[in-house]
């Protein structure tokens, strides 16, 4: 099974995309926290990464596909995965597309959360990441029980150095040119899943959970 998760920079992505894919089984594939890891860790991707996501644009489409497609060709993703920030642009949705037709598989289901541009920027603005996780959290909305520690694992919480204001605006700007055109293709499709992302996370969870086929 093969589940996109679609939608804004600060729309719920993530913390959607790892909840359902720890309830289905399957792994959650993040291409921002791919990147992010390989740049932690100075390798050559993350290397070359770097300049582009300091400025809020996409990475090459060859970088970005030839790793999801190596990550997708993994033993532990024969049953499928989630993948949360992938594709972002229609070269990359034809390329997996092609990539999964030439194996007999195709992409079941297309979630895209809406949320308000007004509800992405406060989202984004008082997000904190957990470095060891990624598991995110807000300032004011969802703190953590110990400042500067993730509930979840513990971990050090740090703010991306791209959700400042100035890289917010470009991400924001670049989704709307490259990757809100993928709402079109998914829905001719008939792939797309609209679910209204504003509100707390359990309940957009229930939303999304009514929405699949067969999931409720
Ligand atoms: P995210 O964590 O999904 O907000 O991604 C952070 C940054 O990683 C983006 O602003 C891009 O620079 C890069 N990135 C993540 N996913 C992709 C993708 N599918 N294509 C190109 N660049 C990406």
Known sequence: MYIIFLGAPGAGKGTQAGELARELGLEHIATGDLFRQALERGTDLGLKAKS??????????????????????????????????????????????KA?????????????????????????SGRWICRRCQAPCHATDSPPRVWGKC???????????DDNEVSVKKRLEVYLAETAPLIDYYTQGSKLIEIAGEGGVAEVAKRIKAALPGER
Do not use: H, W
């Not at 509930?151 to 150095?161: A, F």
């Open 52 to 97: 582009y996501m300091e400025k809020g644009v996409l990475v090459p489409s060859q970088i970005t596909i030839g790793m999801v497609l190596e990550r997708l060709s993994a033993p532990d993703c024969t049953k499928g995965a989630i993948l949360d920030g992938f594709p972002r642009n229609l070269e990359q949705a034809e390329a997996l597309d």
């Open 151 to 161: 509930d979840k694992c513990g971990g050090e919480l740090y703010q991306r150095p």
């Open 100 to 124: 999964l037709r030439e194996q007999g598989k195709a992409i079941d289901n297309v979630v895209y959360i809406k949320v308000s541009e007004e509800e992405l920027l406060k989202r984004l």
